[in-house]
């Protein structure tokens, strides 16, 4: 019966990836148990206006909200058919090293102390490939992880595994996270490079909140693990009346995490010289409702075409970085979404 009930939401889940409306559907950290939401009409807002529902946003800033009307999938007959296409190649090997050594000749220069460069790169998938099936293989493997099948018209379907908290809590009490540096695990100390690009992310957490937050705390730093690798991570704290955070989403993202810094600087070379068109990746996502927030940044992602997977990673450029080691960074973080491509196959 559970099997049974399991194949239909399945079925339904892929078919409604190729439809005319919206949905999503997430599990929280701490392996709890998959939440869909849709509209009944599957139409996608502007704008929560206090209800419940799940929030999208892009790099750029655009967001889209979900009203969370229907609890199961329903049958996608009643939406028309849509295609996504790849407007686009996915990054070479030569486009990368050009970026790298463009905007590593910017932070040379002085104008940008950090940089994070993204790039993509797609994965074949065959005829049964079922993005859900991708789905549920990225929460049974990932339980501390947020993970999120989304779809709409606007951004098409994209799937995420991301460990970054950008925005929690509910009522006066709040949670973010400076997380920053990677590497394969180890018991080594981290080297001085990852430090000060983590320390970068922090500062600029620390003074987005100090003029917002009330008795703002700082945990120790740590290493948080997240599948093959792991990252720097300095948790934040604090009280705020909930009125402050519409202001505080129109300030703290993107952070210099998935940017850079300065941050106006960084996004100005960005949208001078782009890497990649970054629509949903690096930007934020999550539930909202019921008095309660949980953003997370939309990192470790994929975005599925017909015949073909997108996956989306990017590394924080400092003076010091390997454009080789840099490479390979991004070849570590795509390796969450090519194990749920592979499992659901």
């Not at 399991?6 to 409306?21: N, P």
């Amino acid at each position: 019966m559970v099997a049974g009930m399991h194949a239909i939401m399945g079925e339904r889940i892929d078919a409604l990836c190729q439809r005319q409306c919206a949905f999503a559907l997430y599990c929280l950290p701490g392996g709890s148990a998959p939440v869909f939401c849709m509209a009944e009409d599957g139409r996608t807002e502007e704008s929560p206006l206090f209800r419940n529902g799940f929030v999208v946003a892009t790099f750029e800033g655009e967001s889209l909200f979900i009203p969370s009307e229907l609890e199961s999938p329903p049958a996608p007959d009643a939406w028309e058919p849509v295609t996504h296409q790849a407007d686009d190649a996915a990054t070479s090997r030569e486009k990368y090293a050009a970026l790298f050594q463009l905007y590593t000749g910017f932070i040379r220069k002085g104008r940008v102390r950090k940089i994070v460069l993204a790039r993509t790169a797609d994965m074949p998938v065959s005829e049964t490939f079922s993005v859900y099936r991708a789905f549920t293989h990225a929460c049974a493997e990932n339980p501390d992880a947020f993970k999120a099948l989304v779809h709409t018209p606007r951004h098409g379907t994209w799937l995420f595994c991301t460990p970054e908290q950008l925005l929690t809590g509910r009522g006066d009490c709040w949670q973010t996270m400076a997380l920053a540096g990677t590497r394969i695990p180890c018991t080594l100390p981290w080297d001085a490079k990852n430090r000060r690009e983590q320390a970068l992310v922090t500062e600029f957490i620390r003074d987005t909140l100090t003029p917002l937050a009330d008795n703002l705390t700082e945990s120790p730093l740590e290493n948080l693990r997240a599948g093959r690798i792991e990252h720097l991570c300095t948790r934040f704290q604090w009280h705020m009346p909930p009125g402050r955070v519409l202001q505080l989403l129109e300030e703290l993202p993107p952070t210099p995490a998935v940017c850079g810094a300065p941050i106006v600087e960084a996004r100005r070379i960005l949208q001078q010289y782009p890497d990649i068109e970054r629509s949903c990746y690096a930007g934020y996502l999550g539930p909202w409702g019921n008095g309660a927030i949980q953003f997370y940044v939309s990192l470790r992602c994929m975005q599925v075409f017909p015949g073909f997977c997108r996956l989306y990673a990017g590394g924080g450029l400092m003076p010091d970085s390997d454009e080789a080691q840099e490479w390979q960074e991004t070849e570590n973080k795509m390796a969450c979404m090519r194990q749920a491509i592979e499992a659901a196959q």
